[in-house]
């Protein structure tokens, strides 16, 4: 009689969710830092800066555009880490309960 394991199969298919959330995370955060870059660079146009005047260096506005998806990404990352956690946690503990028996 052949007994077979399902656990490894629903590891696999426990890790493929949260690197499909991961990769989310990241493209999500690559729009947000395009968007903020583009929306802090508008803003200190519309805000500051007169006609006739040369435009001001791009650098900060990227850096800050940067900084705002890196801390999204960290976020999104906090978030979903925990829960990879907890059901790596729960598995070992079913696996446990399982050999007790």
Partial sequence: MRVFNFSQSEERDKMK???????????????ITVLAYLFYYQNYLLHKWYRGLPLPSKIPFMVAGILTGAAYFIYKLYRTYPMMQKEKIADVIKEENLEAL
């Fill in 17 to 31: 969710k949260y690197q499909k959330k991961l990769i989310e995370a990241g493209i999500e955060g690559a729009i």
